[in-house]
């Protein structure tokens, strides 16, 4: 008998997986050392692969000095930080909204249908046609929202030119597809909730906000959880919107960290500045990850 005879139905899956892993490599892993490889050099970005080695003026090895600049002398930076975290408590809104759409288009009622797919349209619409529409909706002049104002006679305001409202009208748009996207979520979370519970809570008493909080929420906990790290994971990469919307203005109020990298560069020709940046934000990301995953793998540890 042969090795592979002898193996085969060891051998099969890594076969299989085989092809999926080699891209994974080439297209995710080795790109993220890469790019914290070049954090570590001052680069313009312009010279062909090939260039890059000792004697090039462009391909200087700096060390930790464009983390120490990042920290010390560039104020955008922590602009961008926080509004970072704006982006992620404001984000977090969507959860609850999505669960309360959710529980609204599960009911059966005459023409919902309908409106379940007014609620999925903007999940389905590219996120720069949305930062496109409500760049509309935010002009002073001639959009949506200076109309309704006006007509409770208030003047209009200019939520994209000023650099203290920017961010949370960019927030608000936002909206629009991570509570749609949560709504799905939980709307699929629905139909596996146990009906022999629900009328056992009500045997017991239990109606309303009793019945949501101690009987179908915990049935819901496996949603949850994916709307809080989807929605986490979006706000700390948020880029669409901003690039459509502001571009990081007015005078960089409105820039966050994948943004900052962005201009640095490809802007600025600041490759390795904003390489440093990229991996200040996978750092981020990557303990946020890393602290979930510990608390997932605890509490069902703690189930069983």
Same mark, same amino acid.
């Given at each position: 008998?042969?090795?592979?005879e002898?193996?085969?139905?060891?051998l099969?899956?890594?076969? +299989?997986? =085989?092809?999926?892993?080699?891209?994974?490599?080439?297209?995710?892993?080795?790109?993220?050392?890469?790019?914290?490889?070049?954090?570590?050099?001052?680069?313009?970005?312009?010279?062909?692969?090939g260039?890059?080695?000792?004697?090039?003026?462009?391909?200087?090895?700096?060390?930790?000095?464009?983390?120490?600049?990042?920290?010390?002398?560039d104020e955008? +930076?922590?602009?961008?930080?926080?509004?970072? $975290?704006?982006?992620?408590?404001?984000?977090?809104?969507?959860?609850?909204?999505?669960?309360?759409?959710?529980?609204f288009? *599960?009911?059966?009622?005459?023409?919902?249908?309908?409106?379940k797919?007014?609620?999925?349209?903007?999940? $389905?619409? *590219?996120?720069?046609?949305?930062?496109?529409?409500?760049?509309?909706?935010?002009?002073?002049?001639?959009?949506?929202?200076?109309?309704?104002?006006? %007509? +409770?006679?208030?003047?209009?305001?200019?939520?994209?030119?000023d650099?203290?409202?920017?961010?949370?009208?960019?927030?608000?748009?936002?909206? %629009?597809?991570?509570?749609?996207?949560?709504?799905?979520?939980?709307?699929?979370?629905?139909?596996?909730?146990?009906?022999?519970?629900?009328? /056992?809570?009500?045997?017991?008493?239990?109606?309303?906000?009793?019945?949501?909080?101690?009987?179908?929420?915990?049935q819901?906990?496996?949603?949850?959880?994916?709307?809080? $790290?989807?929605?986490?994971?979006?706000?700390?990469?948020?880029?669409?919107?901003?690039? $459509?919307?502001?571009?990081?203005?007015p005078?960089?109020?409105?820039?966050?960290?994948?943004?900052?990298?962005?201009?640095?560069?490809?802007?600025?020709?600041?490759?390795?500045?904003?390489? =440093?940046?990229?991996?200040?934000?996978?750092?981020?990301?990557?303990?946020?990850? /890393?602290?979930?995953l510990?608390?997932?793998?605890?509490?069902?540890?703690?189930?069983?």
């Amino acid at each position: 008998m042969t090795f592979w005879e002898r193996n085969q139905l060891r051998l099969a899956p890594f076969l +299989f997986l =085989a092809p999926a892993i080699l891209i994974f490599l080439i297209y995710v892993i080795y790109p993220i050392f890469d790019s914290i490889w070049v954090s570590f050099h001052e680069w313009n970005g312009m010279d062909k692969e090939g260039t890059r080695g000792n004697g090039n003026p462009n391909w200087r090895w700096v060390g930790l000095n464009n983390y120490i600049t990042l920290f010390t002398d560039d104020e955008e +930076f922590y602009v961008s930080l926080f509004n970072n $975290v704006r982006w992620l408590i404001f984000s977090l809104l969507a959860i609850p909204i999505g669960l309360m759409l959710a529980l609204f288009v *599960n009911q059966k009622i005459l023409g919902m249908r309908y409106i379940k797919s007014l609620f999925y349209f903007p999940f $389905v619409i *590219n996120a720069v046609v949305i930062g496109v529409i409500f760049t509309w909706f935010y002009n002073p002049k001639y959009g949506a929202l200076a109309y309704v104002l006006g %007509f +409770f006679g208030i003047d209009p305001v200019p939520f994209l030119a000023d650099e203290n409202l920017a961010t949370y009208g960019i927030i608000i748009a936002s909206f %629009f597809p991570g509570i749609a996207y949560t709504m799905i979520l939980y709307i699929t979370g629905l139909t596996g909730v146990s009906r022999e519970m629900i009328e /056992a809570g009500r045997i017991d008493g239990a109606s309303g906000f009793t019945m949501l909080w101690n009987v179908v929420l915990p049935q819901l906990k496996p949603a949850t959880l994916i709307a809080i $790290v989807v929605t986490i994971v979006g706000a700390l990469r948020s880029f669409d919107l901003i690039a $459509v919307m502001t571009a990081g203005g007015p005078w960089g109020s409105s820039e966050v960290l994948a943004y900052k990298m962005y201009q640095e560069s490809l802007f600025n020709y600041r490759m390795g500045y904003g390489a =440093a940046i990229a991996t200040i934000l996978f750092l981020i990301m990557d303990i946020y990850i /890393a602290w979930f995953l510990y608390r997932l793998f605890k509490n069902e540890r703690s189930e069983k």
